[in-house]
Every structure is written in C-alpha cells, then in structure tokens.
C-alpha cells in the first residue's frame, strides 16, 4: 500500500518570494506522483504529473516538481509566487500498472501576505 | 467543454434523512470515482467505476452508503439513514482510462453536506 505524508500543514510566504511544498511517499512499487491545487470552494486541479523520464516536471502556474527516488520525495517549488496561488495544495501517488487509485496527502496550505 | 458536474452544491439536512448526491462526468470519460474530503481523514476514495461497473468499493465506510452509475453520464452515491459524522465535502471525479494505465482525474467542485 501507498502513504503520503506533506510535512507542512501551512506555509506562509510573502508575495513574490520562492516557495517549496515538501512531500514524501511510501510504496513498494513504482509510483506515478501528482500535484493537485484546490482553491477555495472549489474541486482539485492538476498541477504536474510525473510518469517517468526527466525527474523535473513543470505544470502550470508557474510551478515544478523534483523527483528524487532515493529520497522518496517529490517537493513542489514556485521560484516567484503571487496572492492568487494561495489555495490548499495536495500530493498524491497511484501505483504504476494499471492502478486507479489515488492516494492523497494531507494537503499543505499556501498563504501569500503581500 | 464542461467539466464535472455535481449537484446539489450544498445539502443539509437531518440526521436519518436519506440523502442523494449525483454527479454528471464528461463527456467520454470511462471511469468515475468517489471521494470525501474532511478535516480529520483528508481526502478519501469512496469508490471507483470503470465503464459503469464499481471495481474497488474498499473506502465506502459502512452499508448506509449505496453508488450507482446507471449509465456513462450519471452517478449517484446515496447515504440512507445519514448521521452526523457524514458531514463532509464530497467530490466526484471522472477520467478516461488508456491502455496505458495512467488517467489523470478531473474533479468536480464537490457537494458540502451537512448533517444535523
């Protein structure tokens, strides 16, 4: 079975400073990795994705994500954030071959302060 | 082109009222899956289908909760009699399985339910 642990429950950052969202997975197989954005009072939205290949992936809004396999971790980073990627921010993993299920972490909140 | 449609947005109601929740996937999307979102557990899978079949129903907590997926564009997942510690937000997501394996889930915008 698969876990996901973010270690941070918040994060505040000041407007236009870099940002990294730590995540670490657990499995005994191979992993597909996922960043999900979900704004307030709204469903989830995609941000990346890693399959395989290169271990830096960007997504959307700016952000990308490392895979480090050793580590077991796969940080989402912003080098430059605005106030309207504050939103809870979510990692999750699903098996490779043929598994469905997403499993989530327990989300980090993003505050951007001006 | 529309995502996924959820309804109602919001629902309270009393405890051992029967409670509906639907959800409308996109269009061309095989698989559809169930999850609820609260404080204390975080995001958890309910249950998922592929071509309207449930194929892991695993995360559904107890016999008052029912899913139904009578056809490619419509799903129901009922809870009968609701309590309070249902109270939560309930997602529906759908996706379009490859042979390949990998889906990438598009989510709805979640029904809050509130059960006094």
């Known amino acids: 079975a698969q876990s996901v642990t973010q270690l941070d429950s918040q994060v505040p950052v000041f407007e236009e400073a870099p940002v990294e969202l730590r995540c670490n997975y657990s499995s005994s197989v191979s992993v597909y990795l996922f960043w999900y954005v979900q704004y307030p009072n709204q469903g989830l939205q995609l941000l990346l994705k890693y399959l395989s290949g290169s271990t830096l992936v960007k997504g959307i809004n700016g952000f990308e994500a490392e895979f480090n396999k050793s580590q077991t971790s796969f940080h989402l980073r912003k080098p430059s954030v605005h106030i309207s990627d504050t939103a809870e921010y979510f990692c999750a993993v699903s098996e490779w071959q043929g598994a469905q299920k997403l499993v989530f972490g327990q989300g980090t909140r993003l505050t951007i302060n001006p | 082109d529309a995502g996924v449609i959820q309804s109602p947005r919001h629902e309270v109601t009393e405890m051992g009222q029967e409670v509906t929740l639907r959800c409308k996937p996109i269009s061309g999307h095989n698989s559809l899956f169930w999850y609820r979102q609260t404080m204390m557990r975080g995001l958890e899978l309910l249950i998922y289908?592929?071509?309207?079949?449930?194929?892991?129903d695993s995360g559904m907590p107890e016999d008052r909760f029912s899913a139904k997926m009578p056809n490619a564009s419509f799903s129901t997942l009922k809870i009968q009699p609701s309590e309070p510690r249902d109270s939560a937000v309930y997602f529906c997501a759908s996706s379009l399985r490859t042979s390949g394996g990998l889906d990438t889930q598009y989510f709805g915008p979640g029904t809050r339910l509130t059960v006094l």
């Open positions: 289908f592929n071509n309207n079949v449930p194929i892991d």
